[in-house]
């Protein structure tokens, strides 16, 4: 169940940190709102993995999947490089969020 609050933090990771880039300096309501909401629903979900995860385990996940997600969204609905290089960079994230979940189970 902890890896699953984890796995639903990083996402909201991704709303947020998405939501931020729209807010224009939190000067537009709605997207200024979702990203707050999706930055204290992260943390909360965050908080209550770290009841039974390891700390820098939990953290690291995290952080990858938010990072991760953003940059996905970012190639994805942005436009941004996909460059073949920055995908393998990408990939490295990824294997290291599936590496520790393998290792701290």
């Known amino acids: 169940m902890a890896w699953a609050l984890l796995i639903g933090a990083g996402l909201l990771e991704i709303v947020w940190a998405t939501a931020l880039k729209y ?27 770290l009841k039974t995860l390891p700390m820098g385990t939990a953290y690291a996940v995290w952080v990858g999947v938010g990072a991760l997600g953003v940059a996905l969204a970012g190639i994805v609905a942005l436009g941004e490089s996909a460059s073949p290089l ?6 490295v994230i990824l294997a290291g969020i599936i590496g520790l979940k393998l290792v701290d189970g």
């Open 23 to 49: 807010t224009d300096g939190f000067t537009r309501l709605w997207p200024s709102v979702l990203g707050v909401a999706g930055a204290a629903l992260s943390f909360f979900l965050l908080s209550i993995s």
């Open 86 to 91: 920055r995908l393998v960079f990408l990939a």
